[in-house]
């Protein structure tokens, strides 16, 4: 059932609009009183459309319309308007409302207003997905027997409810896999929701996956629904599953035995019809042994493994996938089309490509583009590890100044490359390094000025 958002500042037209729709057009609503409430809403709630005044104090709905496409919010939003002013409907369709109607327009054009809506909403997803199944924004490429096992495999799970365990290093692709996933199963019009295990805090990780109640927590001003609501009959991916804690755990391997969701501060479940898709670039076995990770929830997860191959094991693909992400950065910071010299794709082709995988290559390439202005590029261009003339690729150059300027090169090369290698991931760069904890990594990385 779709759910459509209603955001006006006056009670009594909102609560009509949600009344008509529920009756007329079988819709779930929700209501909002303002810009700042509807914004909210729409971003902790994800409704399927939404219709909005354009004249409210406050947050009016062109500011409203402003920040959706700042934030780039596909999401279609239908504005009403008691003034009559063409002028003003022109102006909310250029900052992206799908269309607009006037304040005494029938009921029953409304619901079919919302109706259209709905429905392009769903083309342009198609489009998207279909866009990604050409490989427009897309590293699954590549001619090697690797990448076709690995695509091979894809397609076969995409049409089941089953999860799926997608390992692989780090830059690899596993999140472009998770999508594959997706797109090409029949859960591809509903929501694909990302979920970083490693990058949210402990204490906010079970409120982001499974929702709360308003007053669950100090702060908690309202209820919202977690990622399995959000992705209801569409995908989780959940990233770097490996660090969820073990109280999530515990609460994940129950949603994934029972399809049921409760939120924190309630006692009622929510049915839920979600596939997980989770990926990690650690060995969840040796988790296991150590006691960091669930056996019970491991056996859940790895119904199915995708495992995704490091570029150094598929190296035939690179010069494919280097002229695709040639094309794309070139568009992407609007330069002329270039073209690789024959001896510069020999070279990406020899690199064993052990720090980064994939992203490490898109970066090369990136950093080529920027590098020169001809439209060839040439293997002098190349960084000095890949056999060119320029700088190693995230690494400076030793100084060559005092032993103390050469020290304090050397410790930010250091640094610098633990944390590419572990994709900056605080904690584990930090034990990699031997540090005593993270802070100790991020007073280092003020001090040299290092950032993601």
Same mark, same amino acid.
């Given at each position: 059932?779709?759910?459509?958002?209603?955001?006006?500042?006056?009670?009594?037209?909102?609560?009509?609009?949600?009344?008509?729709?529920?009756?007329?057009?079988?819709?779930?609503?929700?209501?909002?009183?303002?810009?700042?409430?509807?914004?909210?809403?729409?971003?902790?709630?994800?409704?399927?459309?939404?219709?909005?005044?354009?004249?409210?104090?406050?947050?009016?709905?062109?500011?409203?319309?402003?920040?959706?496409?700042?934030?780039?919010?596909?999401?279609?939003?239908?504005?009403?308007?008691?003034?009559?002013?063409?002028?003003?409907?022109?102006?909310?369709?250029?900052?992206?409302?799908?269309?607009?109607?006037?304040?005494?327009?029938?009921?029953?054009? !409304?619901?079919?207003?919302?109706?259209?809506?709905?429905?392009?909403?769903?083309?342009?997803?198609?489009?998207?997905?279909?866009?990604?199944?050409?490989?427009?924004?897309?590293?699954?490429?590549?001619?090697?027997?690797?990448?076709a096992a690995m695509k091979e495999q894809i397609d076969k799970l995409a049409g089941i409810p089953s999860p799926v365990l997608i390992l692989g290093e780090?830059?690899?692709?596993?999140?472009? !896999?998770?999508?594959?996933?997706?797109?090409?199963?029949?859960?591809?019009?509903?929501?694909?929701?990302?979920?970083?295990?490693?990058?949210?805090?402990?204490?906010?990780?079970?409120?982001?996956?499974?929702?709360?109640?308003?007053?669950?927590?100090?702060?908690?001003?309202?209820?919202?629904?977690?990622?399995?609501? /959000?992705?209801?009959?569409?995908?989780?991916?959940?990233?770097?599953?490996?660090?969820?804690?073990?109280?999530?755990?515990?609460?994940?391997?129950? !949603?994934?035995?029972?399809?049921?969701?409760?939120?924190?501060?309630?006692?009622?479940?929510?049915?839920?019809?979600?596939?997980?898709?989770?990926?990690?670039?650690?060995?969840?076995?040796?988790?296991?042994?150590?006691?960091?990770?669930?056996?019970?929830?491991?056996?859940?997860?790895?119904?199915?493994?995708?495992?995704?191959?490091?570029?150094?094991?598929?190296? /035939?693909?690179?010069?494919?996938?280097?002229?695709?992400?040639?094309?794309?950065?070139?568009?992407?910071?609007?330069?002329?089309?270039?073209?690789?010299?024959?001896?510069?794709?020999?070279?990406?082709?020899?690199?064993?490509?052990?720090?980064?995988? !994939?992203?490490?290559?898109?970066?090369?390439?990136?950093?080529?583009?920027?590098?020169?202005?001809?439209?060839?590029?040439?293997?002098?261009?190349?960084?000095?590890?890949?056999?060119?003339?320029?700088?190693?690729?995230?690494?400076?150059?030793?100084?060559?100044?005092?032993?103390?300027?050469?020290?304090?090169?050397?410790?930010?090369?250091?640094?610098?490359?633990?944390?590419?290698?572990?994709?900056?991931?605080?904690?584990?760069?930090?034990?990699?390094?031997?540090?005593?904890?993270?802070?100790?990594?991020?007073?280092?990385?003020?001090?040299?000025?290092?950032?993601?």
């Amino acid at each position: 059932m779709s759910l459509i958002l209603i955001v006006d500042d006056i009670a009594a037209m909102r609560d009509q609009y949600a009344y008509d729709l529920k009756r007329l057009g079988g819709f779930a609503t929700m209501t909002a009183d303002g810009g700042s409430e509807g914004l909210e809403l729409i971003k902790t709630e994800a409704p399927d459309c939404v219709i909005l005044d354009l004249e409210m104090p406050g947050v009016d709905g062109f500011e409203v319309l402003a920040t959706l496409k700042k934030q780039r919010n596909r999401i279609p939003v239908i504005v009403y308007t008691g003034t009559g002013s063409y002028g003003r409907c022109v102006r909310a369709t250029k900052l992206g409302a799908y269309s607009f109607i006037a304040k005494d327009e029938p009921v029953e054009r !409304v619901v079919r207003e919302v109706e259209n809506a709905l429905a392009w909403a769903e083309l342009q997803g198609e489009v998207r997905r279909y866009r990604r199944q050409s490989g427009d924004d897309s590293p699954l490429l590549g001619e090697s027997r690797a990448a076709a096992a690995m695509k091979e495999q894809i397609d076969k799970l995409a049409g089941i409810p089953s999860p799926v365990l997608i390992l692989g290093e780090s830059g690899s692709g596993k999140e472009l !896999v998770a999508r594959r996933l997706h797109d090409a199963g029949p859960r591809a019009p509903r929501p694909f929701v990302a979920i970083n295990c490693a990058a949210l805090p402990e204490t906010m990780i079970e409120s982001e996956l499974f929702g709360h109640e308003r007053g669950a927590f100090t702060g908690a001003d309202r209820a919202r629904k977690g990622a399995f609501e /959000s992705a209801n009959q569409g995908t989780l991916f959940l990233d770097e599953i490996g660090e969820l804690p073990a109280a999530a755990q515990a609460k994940l391997l129950r !949603v994934l035995e029972d399809a049921v969701v409760t939120r924190l501060g309630s006692h009622q479940g929510l049915k839920v019809d979600t596939r997980v898709v989770a990926a990690t670039n650690r060995d969840l076995d040796a988790g296991v042994t150590a006691g960091t990770f669930r056996e019970d929830l491991l056996f859940r997860l790895n119904t199915h493994i995708v495992s995704v191959p490091p570029l150094r094991e598929r190296l /035939s693909d690179v010069p494919i996938l280097a002229e695709h992400f040639l094309q794309l950065v070139c568009e992407k910071f609007g330069v002329r089309a270039r073209q690789f010299d024959p001896e510069t794709l020999k070279r990406l082709q020899a690199h064993a490509w052990g720090r980064n995988n !994939v992203r490490e290559l898109r970066n090369v390439i990136e950093r080529l583009v920027i590098a020169g202005n001809d439209e060839v590029i040439t293997p002098d261009l190349l960084p000095a590890d890949l056999g060119g003339g320029g700088p190693a690729t995230g690494s400076p150059q030793p100084s060559g100044g005092t032993l103390k300027d050469q020290k304090v090169a050397a410790e930010r090369r250091i640094v610098l490359t633990a944390l590419e290698r572990n994709d900056w991931h605080i904690t584990n760069t930090a034990a990699q390094l031997g540090l005593a904890d993270h802070s100790s990594l991020l007073k280092i990385m003020r001090r040299h000025g290092l950032k993601k």
